[in-house]
């Protein structure tokens, strides 16, 4: 079993800043992907930014120049710097992970429970 708990969501003002965090804890052999999705009210989810364990990243397009993502292997947690944050950013974020264990012995996505972001104009 294989948990992802998210932190360091909240209300922010516009031009501020908030660093997400999310730890993988469980009978862990590896991590592959790991990314960041959010949903905004009345849009559909999607991707934020995501990386490789060989540290290759991708973002979406509103984001790029602004977010910056990042992992520690050693801790087996991945990280969202968001700067310059707009209300557009607004939305909760989940975290996302492909995990092989002891048990499935193959990679397997594994969803956080999500965190709120809320900014203000």
């Known amino acids: 079993q294989v948990q992802l708990v998210e932190s360091g969501g909240g209300l922010v003002q516009a031009g501020g800043s908030l660093r997400l965090s999310c730890a993988a804890s469980?009978?862990?052999?590896?991590?592959?992907?790991m990314g960041w999705y959010r949903q905004a009210p009345g849009k559909q989810r999607e991707l934020v930014a995501a990386?490789?364990?060989?540290?290759?990243?991708n973002y979406a397009d509103s984001v790029k120049g602004r977010f910056t993502i990042s992992r520690d292997n050693a801790k087996n947690t991945v990280y969202l710097q968001m700067n310059s944050l707009k209300p557009e950013d607004t939305g909760v974020y989940y975290c996302?992970?492909?995990?092989?264990?002891?048990?499935?012995?193959?990679?397997?996505?594994?969803w956080g429970q999500g965190t709120q972001v809320t900014v203000s104009s």
């Open positions: 996302h992970a492909d995990v092989t264990t002891i048990v499935t012995m193959f990679p397997f996505p594994y």
């Open positions: 469980g009978s862990i052999l590896s991590i592959n992907d």
């Open positions: 990386i490789s364990s060989g540290g290759s990243t």
